[in-house]
T-cell receptor, first 118, second 113 residues
Framework: DGGITQSPKYLFRKEGQNVTLSCEQN?????MYWYRQDPGQGLRLIYY???????QKGDIAEGYSVSREKKESFPLTVTSAQKNPTAFYLC?????????????????FGPGTRLTVL | GDSVTQMEGPVTLSEEAFLTINCTYT??????LFWYVQYPGEGLQLLLK?????DKGSNKGFEATYRKETTSFHLEKGSVQVSDSAVYFC????????????FGQGTTLQVKP
């Protein structure tokens, strides 16, 4: 079945450590996104990538890094510079509609990774 | 900048009650509008969408109409079930065609039997 997978589901990190969250999709989507969700808040965009080997900062990129070496993979690294990394992290992908101007519609989300800093 | 505002929750209803969750937006251009649903511990699932003014999105008994004149996209359901208990997010697409979505803060719905 096509979809987005994220691993691990739960991740625990000690302060000062970098951790990498995995996101893989087999939907053949060009664009991929990383969001952070905190309790009682909406989703905030960390990074996004519209094409392989290219990515842009979102609204809260500080303390995070990404790579996009393959179309199907968009891993997120939470570095020790991120001051408050405990959160639920969601990965998503989308594909523009065909024909005419480039228009993106809905995003498809993975199941999320819950990161806790000990 | 572009933004989405949802009614504050939590919303608590009895089974078979009528549901409305308000959503208003501010945007330049003509964004697409979405409602997503999130069940506990899971990612978001697309519930419905509308891509232009006066479009009505519908799915699983939920409906929302894209109202350009009032910049609104309110979610409605005629008769809620316990299984509808979840967090609902209203979102709009970035009119700059980056594919980014701008989300409201989410509204928690609890349906009691």
């Amino acid at each position: 079945d096509g979809g987005i997978t994220q691993s691990p589901k739960y991740l625990f990190r000690k302060e000062g450590q970098n951790v990498t969250l995995s996101c893989e999709q087999n939907l053949n989507h060009d664009a991929m996104y990383w969001y952070r969700q905190d309790p009682g808040q909406g989703l905030r965009l960390i990074y996004y990538s519209q094409i392989v080997n290219d990515f842009q900062k979102g609204d809260i990129a500080e303390g995070y890094s990404v790579s996009r070496e393959k179309k199907e993979s968009f891993p997120l690294t939470v570095t020790s510079a991120q001051k408050n990394p405990t959160a639920f992290y969601l990965c998503a992908s989308s594909i523009p509609t065909s024909g005419g101007a480039l228009v993106y519609n809905e995003q498809f989300f993975g199941p999320g990774t819950r990161l806790t800093v000990l | 900048g572009d933004s989405v505002t949802q009614m504050e929750g939590p919303v608590t209803l009895s089974e078979e009650a009528f549901l409305t969750i308000n959503c208003t937006y501010t945007a330049t251009g003509y964004p697409s509008l979405f409602w997503y649903v999130q069940y506990p511990g899971e990612g978001l699932q697309l519930l419905l969408k509308a891509t232009k003014a006066d479009d009505k999105g519908s799915n699983k008994g939920f409906e929302a109409t894209y109202r350009k004149e009032t910049t609104s996209f309110h979610l409605e359901k005629g008769s809620v079930q316990v299984s509808d208990s979840a967090v609902y997010f209203c979102a709009l697409s970035d009119p700059g065609n980056t594919g980014k979505l701008i989300f409201g803060q989410g509204t928690t719905l609890q349906v009691k039997p």
